[in-house]
Antibody, heavy 121, light 106 residues
Framework: QVRLVESGGGVVQPGRSLRLSCAASGFTSSSYAMHWVRQAPGKGLQWVALISSDARNKYYADSVKGRFTISRDNSKNTLYLQMNSLTIEDTAVYYC??????????????WGLGTVLTVSS | DIQMTQSPSTLSASVGDRLTITCRASQSINNWLAWYQQKPGKPPKVLIYKASSLESGVPSRFSGSGSGTEFTLTISSLQPDDFATYYCQEYNSYWTFGQGTKVEIK
């Protein structure tokens, strides 16, 4: 069964750091680009970051550039999001998602259930 | 950066209605346009890719059309399971989402 499971969310104070993880199973995760997408309470979807299948290419939304770092360990089928200098505006459900084709542009076909980050003093 | 604008933001409809949601891109996205459905507390589910291709397993009452900068999602006959929020997304550049269209019961 193809599956993504996020973990690592919680409640943190502004300015602190947190690392999210996303465990993939049921497919060869090293063949796919992977993304993080977030959704603030009651708001829409916001793309956060991409990492290519081989981890050579990484892209970030302007709102997180310089503070967040996406990485992956293909030997562990795990995706990460290191989040530093957190602000209240980072409060959201964080989803990891698979880009649904290994060799051409495709939307996100597999999503995790999300992990909740709350930034609050 | 590409901006994606959906309309309307909210749509009230009844079972059996035909619905159309519009998504406009601020520049050409070469038809790299997807539509998602999201229900409360759940992750999004992709319905349409490449503007008009139906994702596997998605009911045929969903269809997508358009090109260049203007795209539409049509539900031919709204079913009870279709009350949800719908998002467009461009994946030509930076995977930008529209702001969403909530389909609610009239």
């Amino acid at each position: 069964q193809v599956r993504l499971v996020e973990s690592g969310g919680g409640v943190v104070q502004p300015g602190r750091s947190l690392r999210l993880s996303c465990a993939a199973s049921g497919f060869t995760s090293s063949s796919y680009a992977m993304h993080w997408v977030r959704q603030a309470p009651g708001k829409g979807l916001q793309w956060v970051a991409l990492i290519s299948s081989d981890a050579r290419n990484k892209y970030y939304a302007d709102s997180v550039k310089g503070r967040f770092t996406i990485s992956r360990d293909n030997s562990k089928n795990t995706l990460y999001l290191q989040m530093n200098s957190l602000t209240i505006e980072d409060t959201a459900v964080y989803y990891c998602a698979r880009e649904g084709h290994a060799t051409q542009p495709h939307p996100f076909d597999i999503w995790g259930l999300g992990t909740v980050l709350t930034v609050s003093s | 950066d590409i901006q994606m604008t959906q309309s309307p933001s909210t749509l009230s409809a009844s079972v059996g209605d035909r619905l159309t949601i519009t998504c406009r891109a601020s520049q050409s996205i070469n038809n790299w346009l997807a539509w998602y459905q999201q229900k409360p507390g759940k992750p999004p589910k992709v319905l349409i890719y490449k503007a008009s291709s139906l994702e596997s397993g998605v009911p045929s009452r969903f269809s997508g059309s358009g090109s260049g900068t203007e795209f539409t999602l049509t539900i031919s006959s709204l079913q009870p399971d279709d009350f949800a929020t719908y998002y467009c997304q461009e994946y030509n550049s930076y995977w930008t989402f529209g702001q969403g269209t909530k389909v609610e019961i009239k």
